[in-house]
């Protein structure tokens, strides 16, 4: 297996890599890296906990940092080279992070703006010279419509949790994004998931198509993930529910719903139990929200309850224990669930609360599994 020093990157990225222990890389790096660095349009597609977000941020950085040992060095504040979309707050957080991490040697400047920010902080941020911006959309388009940014020296766009591209909300924005950008500029899309639909969004997004790599794990469960399914009886879900976190109480566990009255009533449930917990669903406080999640990530409480939001872009390495409470009804937010835990090579165990009704959903996940 080839190693990060045998890929095309500068070797300050792979001394920062050797930094935090990271040496080896994963399938969907080993694919999409080359390609990337060579300044490709890719769709990567890979399981939850693969190593998506590197897959794409180590062929950025390097891009842009080359171009500035070119002799080509950014000059004129708010026009970065590099843009990564992502779909919310924690998701972009969290990418920021990965990135701000590989930069100390390799000295690229990287901005967020987000929304559950003040509007005023994104300005500041963009007020400057920097290389990348992470973005979500709402917050990407302000700054366009106040003029504080300009896309036209963009040479690479990621769109992280790509899948989220045919939602008819999101797909006017994703084009507009790349009308802003210069021509034939690099589009990096990355997803867990490739429902039929995004091939044919991408078709009509993009002048040409990228390059697909697909994974074999993709659309699969990871190997180390363990799956019960509990069947509920005559309806009593709560007393399932204590029956399983009595089993593991002090375990990283995520507790998923499908709608906000299923957390509400999910949480007095563990209220009555005694067993304290944090809410991260829609339609809360963001700040709120961002507290709950930083309570659960630091392990102030083992237990968070949340809908289908938290199966995406979360990557939290005490999640040990997924507990579907309510089952979705569609594969694709199954496995993103699942994909909280098991992640980057490490095990974790998925159970399932079965009803009747749950029996299709059932056997699609066990036909991934066959």
């Not at 802003?180 to 899309?189: A, D, I, K, N």
């Amino acid at each position: 297996m080839p190693s990060f020093s045998e890929l095309p990157l500068l070797p300050s990225l792979v001394a920062s890599l050797d930094e935090q222990g990271i040496t080896q890389p994963t399938e969907i790096q080993r694919a999409t890296i080359p390609p990337l660095v060579d300044g490709e349009s890719v769709l990567g597609v890979a399981e939850t906990g693969s190593g998506k977000t590197l897959a794409y941020v180590l062929p950025l950085l390097h891009r842009i940092k080359q171009l500035e040992l070119d002799g080509d060095r950014v000059t004129q504040a708010g026009r970065p080279r590099g843009l990564v979309v992502v779909p919310g707050r924690e998701l972009g957080e969290q990418v920021a992070r990965v990135m701000k991490g590989l930069t100390h040697k390799t000295r690229v400047r990287v901005r967020l703006a987000v929304g559950g920010t003040a509007k005023r902080v994104s300005r500041r941020a963009v007020a400057a010279p920097f290389e990348v911006l992470v973005a979500s959309p709402g917050r990407l388009l302000h700054l366009l419509d106040v003029g504080d940014l300009s896309l036209l020296d963009v040479r690479s766009v990621v769109f992280d949790e790509a899948d989220q591209v045919v939602d008819p909300g999101f797909l006017p924005v994703a084009k507009q994004i790349l009308a802003e950008c210069r021509p034939g500029v690099q589009t990096m899309l990355f997803s867990a998931t490739l429902p039929a639909s995004l091939r044919g969004v991408i078709d009509a997004l993009l002048p040409e198509p990228p390059f697909l790599v697909r994974t074999e794990g993709s659309g699969q469960l990871v190997p180390g993930l363990t799956v019960e399914n509990r069947d509920v009886i005559r309806g009593d879900r709560a007393s399932l529910l204590a029956e399983l976190l009595a089993e593991a109480p002090g375990v990283g566990t995520l507790l998923f719903a499908n709608t906000r009255e299923q957390c509400d009533r999910i949480g007095g449930w563990l209220d009555d139990l005694g067993v304290p917990y944090e809410l991260y669903r829609g339609e809360m406080d963001r700040i709120e929200r961002r507290r709950n999640l930083a309570a659960f990530r630091q392990g102030e409480v083992h237990v968070l309850v949340t809908t289908d939001l938290g199966g995406r872009g979360l990557d939290i390495d005490r999640v040990d224990r997924v507990i579907n409470v309510h089952l979705p009804r569609e594969v694709a937010n199954y496995l993103h669930r699942a994909g909280r835990t098991a992640r980057a090579g490490r095990t974790g165990r998925v159970i399932n609360m079965v009803t009747e009704r749950d029996q299709p959903i059932i056997d699609a996940v066990d036909a991934l599994q066959a």
